[in-house]
């Protein structure tokens, strides 16, 4: 009963006067007190009276009973009363018929048996309707039964705002004499942290105090207004009460049912062009490219409130359970996926992947969030963190002492501690005795992350002690910076390398060969491929996908065009934000197919896990950069061959979405079978609006892989859940085990192995049927920065006609033109340049980005046979006897005979080249270079001018792989009228 007085603050002896008080009216229905008394003990809202009854500071310290045994003390004392009133059937005692089974009912929901409670209201509307009560009154306990069981979970007006304003009131000042009166032994002039551990067990009592009054009381208004008194009156610690306020709305039912959110920021951004945020990214990369990514609002809440799910301090304020299930293993996984997607955005900018933090080194960056954060009272105890700082040595000597001891757990396989010895075991989930809570990985993340002194004791606090030493590093108290706080830690670029380095201790387990997976453990009986797997913005697959062949059992079609994802970088939103990013929709559609050597499986559901990566194609093979995207269940039914799963991304399970504020309706895991759906962490999970990595303005190419598991072994062949709200992925389910049994990020979770045998991720997509990967492509768009309109483009000028054929290298003028019988035989071969002079390329319009050219070699009479070999034409340097050679000018090979590199020159017509698509400008000098294997060109005896060079044994070195010039290379200049090119031509064609 303890639950529902609402006295204010009840001594043991009140508690106990109220339930026998209770207890006689309801064993005199007679005596029609009871409907005022059992009013007031039910009432969402405390009397007058009572709210004006002072708290005394003992409150909750005075043995009150437990929140559990106050309400099973509500079901025990009310059971027979139940009983009688359900046979009874007397008009006068329906209206207690109504209030008792409404006081079991909120007991019921308080202990989580909403399915009992609903029991009871069912057979209570029953009998009212067998009794003739009007609709209306039916229908006032029905409104009644939606408020109790949290289905109308929407705060009262005024009362949400009321949170809010709580969250903003700060101390503005402070003095040494009030040290004395904070009770939690924090001070006042202490900026709490969430990853100090004594700060930890300081929030507890303050914690405690919260939910006493909720459960003493059962009204959320006068809660709330206790827990301002407690800042205002200087009871506690301001930054404490306000985490301990938000701990208490995130798990407490009675937050839940009054539909109570975590205050977020929500105002409009100040934050434009003209501000330092906004530069433009041009030129070198720097690092404050990514602010916007790290300052995105929605981001920093997400990491804020995964931290008050996942309190590092347990949660035996609400049920006595030390922590939620798998709560170390989901703290490495969360904070990996967190570091997948910022190194790919990074990369999508040209900056390297984030470098882990070296504790002997001078981090010269700092980090400064900027005037509108540090200009907003709710922020007045945070302070930049200053560049050029280290770590002092005896911290660095502390820490590597705990990484040593972390190096010798994984030899040994164990973590040991004073209580027990964590066994590092590896154990695969089709193996039924296996409970995770027990796994490495779980047991790792505790270690690491400092969440109980069961593993501090003997491993230290690396992740937690690490955050404080840079909140508080160059900090004078009161004041602190970013990484003190889970709000505000991620802005910091410190974060991400902190967390690389801690990444980098979990992944000497995680990597390590005895924990390697088995991949083909409990693979279901499917069958899919690499064109089976499809993802677009559109929500129908592309044409062709569908079609099946009953006749081969097959898919019809294999080949679908890559598609591509679009992206928009834009103006910040919220206050605090430096851009914003957003994706459009998608859908990603997955083609099943049972596998047709085991037919016996089509006699039964095939229940399926499917699980959705994705990753930058160029870093396929590195299992830590894919990023999970989505992971649900779906049923092949009975006799179904084959069947097309297409899900949208508003229904990924690692988002963050609310019920009733654009959650999916459509959702296809709601008419799953076997699948119960839960209460989830409504404000928990990763936000939508960075699903997708940013990608790149040309389109950066991106691989998904798709691994399709047996449901089965995933749940420990027990009932699938699905979250009505949240992100099952990131934050599991309100009081339920996480609802996948695997590794956290299974497949990549480990290395992995196939038939014994180490294998890539790739190679695993290719050699096994339950996997598939394909490839898409994702476009950004920056709109942050206005383009200047266009100018307008003049009128395009009528094309010319092309000078089909016109000669544009005017050759006799060059090197002069003599009959046939005024040249002689060459004896010479070896590698020839012959200089094409831009003083004597003839102006035309034939020239033009679209136009070929052709070579024409002289032929030579029945004794001038020659064959020509390696031919090309390229810019000459100037004033050397060399060519350029870059990404835009490269020699052009020449070609004869469709393709031919090496021809024999015909001794009465000559040659023509095939045409060679390579421009030529008028005043440019260029060289055709080529080999004559044997002699047979002739020579000019009266040309005055140099026009040819010849290397008599080039080895075979291409003419761009020689330096002409190098003295070391022979080359002759007194064949100045060697005279084999006769001609070049231009055409359009």
């Not at 034409?873 to 052009?892: C, F, Q």
Request: net charge negative.
């Amino acid at each position: 009963m303890g639950d529902y007085i609402t006295l204010g603050g009840p001594l043991e002896s009140e508690y106990k006067e109220c339930r026998a008080l209770l207890d006689s009216l309801l064993a005199s229905p007679q005596n029609k007190d009871w409907i005022g008394v059992l009013k007031v003990l039910t009432s969402e809202n405390a009397s007058k009276q009572a709210r004006q009854m002072k708290l005394d500071k003992s409150h909750g310290k005075l043995g009150i009973t437990s929140h559990d045994a106050a309400n099973n003390d509500v079901l025990q004392s009310t059971k027979d009363t139940l009983k009688r009133l359900h046979a009874s059937g007397a008009p006068g005692e329906n209206m207690l018929y109504e209030e008792v089974t409404k006081l079991r009912a909120r007991a019921y929901v308080n202990l989580g048996k909403v399915d009992e409670a609903q029991k009871e209201v069912e057979q209570l509307v029953y009998d009212l309707q067998s009794r003739k009560v009007k609709p209306f009154v039916i229908q006032n306990i029905l409104d009644d039964w939606k408020v109790i069981k949290g289905e109308e979970a929407k705060a009262p007006k005024g009362l949400q705002d009321r949170v809010n304003e709580i969250m903003k009131w700060t101390k503005e000042d402070y003095n040494d004499d009030d040290e004395e009166d904070e009770e939690s032994g924090l001070g006042h002039g202490e900026c709490f942290s969430e990853f100090s551990p004594e700060h930890q067990r300081a929030s507890r009592s303050c914690v405690q105090q919260i939910v006493n009054v909720a459960e003493d009381t059962n009204d959320i208004s006068y809660t709330l207004e206790y827990a301002d008194a407690m800042q205002k009156t200087g009871k506690y610690n301001f930054l404490l009460v306000h985490y301990a306020l938000n701990v208490f709305i995130t798990h407490h039912p009675l937050a839940r049912r009054a539909g109570l959110r975590v205050s977020e920021i929500t105002e409009s951004s100040t934050m434009d062009q003209s501000t330092f945020a906004m530069v433009e990214h041009i030129g070198e990369p720097q690092e404050i490219w990514m602010d916007y990514w790290r300052n995105d609002a929605d981001f920093t809440f997400h990491h804020e409130h995964w931290h008050l799910v996942y309190r590092g301090g347990g949660l035996q304020e609400f049920s006595g359970q030390k922590h939620i299930d798998r709560q170390g293993e989901l703290f490495g996984y969360m904070h990996r996926q967190m570091l997948a997607r910022y190194n790919a955005e990074r990369q999508s900018w040209g900056l390297d992947v984030v470098k882990a933090y070296n504790y002997d080194e001078i981090e010269p960056l700092g980090c400064d969030v900027g005037e509108e954060f540090h200009s907003d009272p709710r922020n007045s105890y945070m302070k930049p963190r200053p560049p050029g700082k280290k770590w002092e040595g005896s911290y660095v000597e502390q820490f590597r002492n705990w990484e040593f001891k972390l190096k010798e757990a994984i030899q040994n396989g164990q973590l040991t501690t004073e209580l027990f010895d964590a066994v590092l075991e590896n154990r695969d989930a089709s193996d039924l005795d296996y409970n995770p809570r027990k796994g490495f990985a779980n047991y790792w993340g505790h270690a690491i992350e400092n969440t109980s002194s069961t593993f501090s004791n003997d491993y230290g606090g690396i992740h937690n002690y690490g955050h404080s030493i840079f909140g508080s590093i160059g900090q004078r108290r009161p004041y602190s910076s970013y990484m003190n706080s889970t709000a505000t830690a991620v802005r910091d670029s410190i974060f991400f390398r902190w967390h690389t380095h801690v990444e980098t201790l979990l992944d000497q387990l995680l990597s390590h060969d005895k924990y390697k997976t088995d991949l083909q453990l409990g693979t279901p009986s499917i069958i899919l491929s690499s064109s089976d797997v499809y993802i677009s913005k559109s929500n129908e697959p592309p044409k062709g996908f569908l079609d099946w062949s009953e006749k081969g059992k097959i898919w019809v079609n294999n080949k679908f065009d890559a598609s591509t994802l679009t992206t928009t970088l834009g103006l910040p939103e919220k206050k605090f934000e430096w851009g914003k990013l957003r994706h459009d929709g998608y859908t990603y559609h997955i083609r099943l197919m049972r596998h047709p050597e085991k037919q016996y499986d089509r006699r039964k559901d095939l229940a399926l896990t499917m699980r959705v990566f994705i990753c930058p194609t160029k870093c396929v093979e590195q299992r830590q950069r894919w990023i999970e995207i989505d992971k649900f269940k779906y049923v092949l039914k009975r006799g179904q061959q084959y069947a097309v799963v297409s899900r949208k991304d508003t229904h990924s399970t690692v988002i963050r979405r609310r019920e009733g504020e654009g959650a999916p309706t459509d959702d296809p895991e709601i008419d799953v079978p076997n699948i119960l759906t839960v209460d989830g962490f409504c404000e928990c999970g990763w936000p939508h609006n960075m699903l997708l990595p940013r990608g790149t303005a040309g389109g950066e190419d991106y691989s998904i892989l798709v691994c399709v598991t047996d449901n089965t072994i995933d749940t420990g062949d027990k009932e699938s859940i699905r979250s009505k709200c949240g992100s099952l992925s990131y934050c599991g389910a309100r009081d339920k085990r996480y609802p996948d049994r695997r590794m956290m990020g299974y497949p990549l979770a480990t290395k992995m192995m196939v038939d014994g045998k180490d294998v890539s991720v790739s190679e695993a997509a290719r050699i096994l049927d339950n996997m598939a990967m394909s490839s898409f492509k994702i476009q950004n768009k920056d709109v942050r920065f206005p383009q200047p309109e266009p100018e307008p483009e003049p009128e395009p000028e009528p094309e010319p006609v092309p000078d089909r054929n016109a000669i544009a290298w005017l050759s006799n003028k060059q090197v002069g033109q003599g009959e046939m019988s005024a040249f002689r035989s060459s004896k010479w071969s070896g590698r020839f340049r012959v200089l094409i002079d831009g003083d004597y390329i003839k102006t035309t319009n034939a020239f033009a980005d679209v136009g070929y050219m052709e070579l024409r070699f002289q032929g030579r009479g029945k004794d001038g046979e020659y064959t020509l070999a390696n031919v090309t034409i390229a810019e000459r340097i100037p004033n050397t006897l060399n060519v350029v050679d870059n990404d835009v000018t490269r020699p052009a090979d020449v070609t004869f005979n469709k393709g031919e590199k090496i021809t024999a020159v015909n001794p009465w017509k000559g040659v023509v080249s095939d045409p060679v698509k390579f421009v030529v400008q008028p005043g440019k000098d260029y060289f055709v270079t080529f080999t004559l294997d044997s002699p047979g060109c002739y020579t000019n005896g009266s040309n005055p001018r140099v026009s040819s060079w010849l290397i008599r044994d080039p080895k075979g070195y291409a003419q761009h792989e020689l330096n002409w010039d190098d003295p070391a290379v022979k080359t002759d200049r007194y064949l100045a009228s060697i005279y084999c090119l006769e001609q070049m031509k231009v055409n359009d064609e």
